[in-house]
């Protein structure tokens, strides 16, 4: 696995994969985001028997340090069997109100005291004019066995304490609404 | 991974555009409880009713939280009272009614619909027989809804069953009028009734139906006009063509909402899902009103000109976005304008823009018809008859339904105030251009032929 980090500018990807092909190393997945002005990309690859992974660490370094980019190369650690999933339903719990500190931290430790896993976390909406409206939307896989009911409160009072106002919706509300 | 605006957009329509599904109907089917024995007609009715039904609020109230929309009403709908209770007089039929309420309070659902009769194209005695229970039963009960359907395109209209739902409206007014008429706030009179509507008063479980089902009422006018407001303030420019399309794209949003909870409930009750309906079906609320979206579509008030042709082509828009998002579209589907219900409505009635003659026209383009209207206390049975004949024409000629619900508030003049309270609201009286014109056509009474429309095979 390879991951860079670093100010986002144009040719990035194309300088990663440039040296990627240069090593023949074959990108099996990839993913990237921008978040504000800072990129990160992840990418899994596979590489030749005789590519020591510290030589395509000191080769992508090379390649990216110029600009000011971060390089961290990693193996995979793989079990043989691929994991299997334990039964969940996606959820979507959305906060607004003011930016403070520890809203993140308190209501994630919410959702992992009760076995929730966040599988996407953004702030969707910062202010604008009404630093107020700052907005967070995390999408969380529940298991299937959770307390709804003790989530929801447990929720409820951690977002009250934070001054937030949290919605606890079912993810296929929002495919239903707008996707065909 | 869902966008922001995916999320945003439905926070927004939740919270301040008061989407919510207005009402989840179970409808019961009552004829295997017939008896010829009133009191193990009733011991069924009840033991088939709270037995169905026992769940259906925590589940209702359940599925509205996983998905963080509210299920508003909880209702049912039982088969016409007429047919499952055929054996029995005008005094048995009153104390059903009772066992309705009585059975409605205990899985407190707040209306029971189904004391109902079909006959437009003639009586049986029991229809007859709940004709006449009708003031009794809907002045002594607090849940129960009446309807009866008097016109069909296909069976023309009962002109003598006309009179008596004029003479019903009339006696069951002066039962309640402490209440100004409360009672004909539960009482609907149509011309092709549809026999899975899930909004009160006019829902029954037609006798094509299932044994038990799930129909679902969705709303959403506040949504709608927001829809058109937003579109409006990006681009000004937007014309009418362009604004029906929002309007449809709105509809088919809501519409997927209902369907979704319908028929989940209707999967955790074990009952087949029935149909969504998309009725633009406002509240006394600011915000979720019918007539602000007539506003938003450039008229100074709902009944100005202008009025009959913004209401078609809303209509028009929301039935096309539910038939998109649903192939199990039915009851009413489109737009309510039901005067005390509606703010904004019953402002209009207020200030003088909507005369009856002009919600009389409305109604041949809206989706249901001359809707929570009060008149004056001094409309005598006849003049109710007329205008209810006059709004079934409407129906029967265009192959639609349409229906009355008409309060003559008793002791009160055209301009004064009825107060119904809670989502039945308040209407300024309107007054009706009658001078006893119309009684001695009402009193031909017989049968108005079905028109040429009806000749469709």
Same mark, same amino acid.
């Given at each position: 696995?390879?991951?860079?980090?670093?100010?986002?500018?144009?040719?990035?990807?194309?300088?990663?994969?440039?040296?990627?092909?240069?090593?023949?190393?074959?990108?099996?997945?990839?993913?990237?985001?921008?978040?504000?002005?800072?990129?990160?990309?992840?990418?899994?690859?596979?590489?030749?028997?005789?590519?020591?992974?510290?030589?395509?660490?000191?080769?992508?370094?090379?390649?990216?340090?110029?600009?000011?980019?971060?390089?961290?190369?990693?193996?995979?650690?793989? =079990?043989?069997?691929? /994991?299997?999933?334990?039964?969940?339903?996606?959820?979507?719990?959305?906060?607004?109100?003011?930016?403070?500190?520890g809203?993140?931290?308190?209501?994630?430790e919410?959702?992992?005291?009760?076995?929730?896993?966040?599988?996407?976390?953004?702030?969707?909406?910062?202010?604008?004019?009404?630093?107020?409206?700052? =907005?967070?939307?995390?999408?969380?896989? =529940? /298991?299937?066995?959770?307390?709804?009911?003790?989530?929801?409160?447990?929720?409820?009072?951690?977002?009250a304490?934070?001054?937030?106002?949290?919605?606890?919706?079912?993810?296929?509300?929002?495919?239903?609404?707008?996707?065909? | 991974?869902?966008?922001?605006?995916?999320?945003?957009s439905?926070?927004?329509?939740?919270?301040?555009?008061h989407?919510?599904?207005?009402?989840?109907?179970?409808?019961?089917?009552? !004829?295997?409880?017939?008896?010829?024995?009133?009191?193990?007609?009733?011991?069924?009715?009840?033991?088939?009713?709270?037995?169905?039904?026992?769940?259906?609020?925590?589940?209702?109230?359940?599925?509205?939280?996983?998905?963080?929309?509210?299920?508003?009403?909880?209702?049912?709908?039982?088969?016409?009272?007429?047919? $499952?209770? $055929?054996?029995?007089?005008?005094?048995?039929?009153?104390?059903? $009614?009772?066992?309705?309420d009585?059975?409605?309070?205990?899985?407190?659902?707040?209306?029971?619909?189904?004391?109902?009769?079909?006959?437009?194209?003639?009586?049986?005695?029991?229809?007859?027989?709940?004709?006449?229970?009708i003031? %009794?039963?809907?002045?002594?009960?607090?849940r129960?809804?009446?309807?009866?359907?008097?016109?069909?395109?296909?069976?023309?209209?009962?002109?003598?069953?006309?009179?008596?739902?004029g003479?019903?409206?009339?006696?069951?007014?002066?039962?309640?009028?402490?209440?100004?008429?409360?009672?004909?706030?539960?009482?609907?009179?149509?011309?092709n009734?549809?026999?899975?509507?899930?909004?009160?008063?006019?829902?029954?479980? *037609?006798?094509? %139906?299932?044994?038990?089902?799930?129909?679902?009422?969705?709303?959403?006018?506040?949504?709608?006009?927001?829809?058109?407001?937003?579109?409006?303030?990006?681009?000004?420019?937007?014309?009418?063509?362009q604004?029906?399309?929002?309007?449809?794209?709105?509809?088919?949003?809501?519409?997927?909402?209902?369907?979704?909870?319908?028929?989940?409930?209707?999967?955790l009750?074990?009952?087949?899902?029935?149909?969504?309906?998309?009725?633009?079906?406002?509240? #006394?609320?600011? *915000?979720?009103?019918?007539?602000?979206?007539?506003?938003?579509?450039?008229?100074?008030?709902?009944?100005v000109?202008?009025?009959?042709?913004?209401?078609?082509?809303?209509?028009?828009?929301?039935?096309?976005?539910?038939a998109?998002?649903?192939?199990?579209?039915?009851?009413?589907?489109?737009?309510?304008? #039901?005067?005390?219900?509606?703010?904004?409505?019953?402002?209009?009635?207020?200030?003088?823009? !909507?005369?009856?003659?002009?919600?009389?026209?409305?109604?041949?383009?809206?989706?249901?018809? !001359?809707?929570?209207?009060?008149?004056?206390?001094?409309?005598?049975?006849?003049? !109710?008859?007329?205008?209810i004949?006059?709004?079934?024409?409407?129906?029967?000629?265009?192959?639609?339904?349409?229906?009355?619900?008409?309060?003559?508030? #008793?002791?009160?003049?055209?301009?004064?105030?009825?107060?119904? *309270?809670?989502?039945?609201?308040?209407?300024?009286?309107?007054?009706?251009?009658?001078? *006893?014109?119309?009684?001695?056509?009402?009193?031909?009474?017989?049968?108005?032929p079905? #028109?040429?429309q009806?000749?469709?095979?």
């Amino acid at each position: 696995m390879i991951s860079i980090l670093g100010t986002d500018r144009p040719g990035i990807v194309a300088t990663v994969s440039r040296i990627l092909l240069e090593n023949r190393c074959n990108i099996e997945d990839v993913s990237q985001t921008i978040l504000q002005t800072e990129f990160t990309g992840i990418f899994i690859a596979s590489i030749p028997e005789q590519l020591q992974p510290e030589n395509l660490l000191t080769g992508l370094q090379r390649g990216l340090e110029p600009f000011g980019l971060h390089v961290l190369v990693k193996p995979l650690e793989t =079990t043989g069997k691929p /994991p299997v999933p334990s039964a969940s339903e996606p959820f979507v719990v959305t906060t607004v109100g003011p930016d403070r500190l520890g809203l993140v931290a308190g209501i994630t430790e919410v959702i992992a005291r009760f076995g929730g896993n966040i599988t996407n976390l953004r702030a969707a909406f910062r202010g604008g004019d009404d630093p107020k409206r700052n =907005t967070m939307i995390y999408e969380v896989d =529940t /298991p299937v066995d959770i307390d709804h009911k003790a989530f929801r409160q447990a929720l409820r009072e951690r977002a009250a304490a934070l001054e937030l106002d949290l919605s606890l919706q079912h993810r296929d509300i929002f495919e239903a609404i707008h996707r065909v | 991974m869902l966008s922001d605006r995916e999320v945003l957009s439905t926070l927004e329509m939740l919270k301040d555009e008061h989407l919510d599904v207005r009402t989840v109907t179970l409808g019961i089917s009552l !004829l295997d409880c017939a008896s010829h024995d009133e009191d193990r007609f009733r011991e069924q009715i009840h033991a088939k009713i709270s037995g169905l039904a026992r769940d259906l609020v925590r589940i209702c109230d359940d599925v509205g939280d996983k998905y963080g929309i509210p299920v508003v009403n909880k209702r049912i709908a039982v088969s016409p009272i007429a047919v $499952a209770g $055929a054996p029995f007089s005008s005094g048995q039929l009153v104390n059903i $009614a009772h066992t309705l309420d009585m059975s409605a309070k205990d899985v407190s659902v707040d209306f029971i619909g189904g004391f109902s009769a079909l006959v437009e194209k003639g009586f049986t005695k029991s229809d007859l027989a709940l004709i006449e229970a009708i003031p %009794e039963a809907l002045s002594k009960t607090e849940r129960v809804c009446a309807s009866v359907n008097v016109a069909s395109t296909r069976a023309g209209i009962n002109m003598d069953a006309v009179y008596l739902m004029g003479r019903a409206m009339k006696a069951a007014a002066d039962r309640t009028a402490q209440s100004d008429g409360l009672a004909c706030a539960k009482l609907c009179v149509f011309a092709n009734i549809p026999q899975d509507i899930p909004f009160m008063a006019g829902a029954y479980l *037609g006798v094509g %139906e299932p044994g038990a089902v799930i129909n679902v009422g969705v709303s959403g006018p506040g949504v709608v006009r927001r829809a058109i407001d937003r579109a409006r303030d990006a681009d000004p420019t937007l014309a009418l063509g362009q604004l029906a399309e929002i309007i449809k794209r709105t509809a088919f949003k809501v519409t997927r909402v209902g369907e979704l909870i319908g028929r989940e409930v209707a999967a955790l009750l074990d009952v087949p899902f029935g149909v969504a309906d998309l009725s633009l079906a406002p509240t #006394p609320n600011v *915000g979720d009103s019918v007539g602000e979206i007539f506003q938003s579509l450039g008229l100074a008030s709902i009944g100005v000109p202008g009025s009959t042709a913004v209401l078609a082509l809303l209509n028009d828009a929301v039935k096309k976005g539910g038939a998109f998002a649903s192939s199990s579209v039915g009851g009413l589907s489109g737009a309510f304008i #039901p005067v005390s219900e509606d703010i904004n409505i019953s402002e209009a009635a207020r200030r003088g823009f !909507l005369s009856l003659e002009k919600l009389e026209a409305m109604t041949s383009v809206c989706s249901v018809g !001359l809707d929570m209207v009060a008149l004056p206390g001094n409309t005598s049975a006849e003049t !109710l008859a007329a205008i209810i004949a006059d709004e079934v024409a409407i129906g029967v000629i265009n192959r639609k339904t349409t229906a009355a619900r008409l309060i003559p508030v #008793p002791g009160k003049k055209a301009g004064e105030k009825a107060y119904f *309270g809670g989502l039945l609201g308040e209407a300024t009286i309107i007054s009706v251009q009658t001078r *006893g014109g119309s009684e001695n056509f009402v009193r031909l009474g017989g049968r108005i032929p079905a #028109p040429v429309q009806s000749l469709v095979n």
